[in-house]
């Protein structure tokens, strides 16, 4: 199932801030990334390191049916001062 997918910070303007993807009808936060690293293999290590929010929160483990999404977001590492 094609899915639009927000990308933030400096992966944002890497990727124009959102991609489209293939993803399977139950997806998981290792599916949605690995889907993210197949489009663009070049930012494989910076993907690697994101978190991925469904519904504006983010996700471990758990599995999601993709009827019930209304959002994905991948948001990158940030560091604070």
Same mark, same amino acid.
Not at 13 to 30: A, F, G, M, Q, Y
């Given at each position: 199932?094609?899915?639009?997918?927000?990308?933030?910070?400096? /992966?944002?303007?890497? /990727?124009?801030?959102?991609?489209?993807?293939?993803?399977?009808?139950?997806?998981?936060?290792?599916?949605? /990334?690995?889907?993210?690293?197949?489009?663009?293999?070049?930012?494989?290590? *910076?993907? #690697?390191?994101? #978190?991925?929010?469904?519904?504006? #929160?983010?996700?471990?483990?758990? &599995?999601?049916?993709? &009827?019930?999404?209304? *959002?994905?977001? /991948?948001?990158?590492?940030? &560091?604070?001062?």
């Amino acid at each position: 199932m094609q899915t639009k997918i927000k990308a933030f910070a400096y /992966l944002g303007e890497k /990727l124009n801030h959102e991609v489209i993807v293939d993803l399977p009808l139950k997806v998981t936060k290792v599916t949605v /990334l690995e889907a993210i690293k197949q489009q663009f293999p070049q930012y494989k290590a *910076e993907i #690697s390191e994101c #978190s991925v929010a469904i519904n504006q #929160s983010f996700i471990g483990k758990e &599995s999601y049916v993709m &009827s019930d999404i209304a *959002e994905i977001a /991948l948001i990158p590492p940030v &560091s604070g001062g």
